[in-house]
């Protein structure tokens, strides 16, 4: 009787962690979905490079973004170009950053758009490292040309690769 119970219990478990599976599998196709009917249009190309503001004798925690958080490596955040910063949302102390998404060597990523820079000509966005290796694990490319940067509305994102 009580291998019976185990058995019983043992399959319910089986049964609802597949479930949870599935669920999750739907969820994120129905938010890729969602990414690319909200991302098309507005989009600007070009080339995108890493940045990383910290040198020694930097302030603690890293040095605070545009948007007033401090840089965090491990983050999915970028820096766009200073003139297309109306055009992703303002990136502006004390207002809540923008997000994008960001396709290149075939892949896709959502990030928080938290900078901004006078980049070099060419160059439309700075990834943080987190980002930039998601595209190059190696960091041997230095540039990634051909990127798509397209705005995203609202705030309901979760950050890090799509797809």
Known sequence: MLFRSSAAICGALVALAVSVTIAKCETRGGHANTVADTASGNAVVGA???YNPFRPGKEEGGPRTASGERYDPSAWTAAIKTTLRRKFGGVQFGVKPKYALVEAVGKKVIVKINDVGPLRPGRV???????MRHFDPSLERGVIRDVRVSPLSGDDWTLGPVG
């Open 48 to 50: 995108a490079s890493m």
């Open 125 to 131: 966005i700075d990834l943080n490292e987190r980002t």
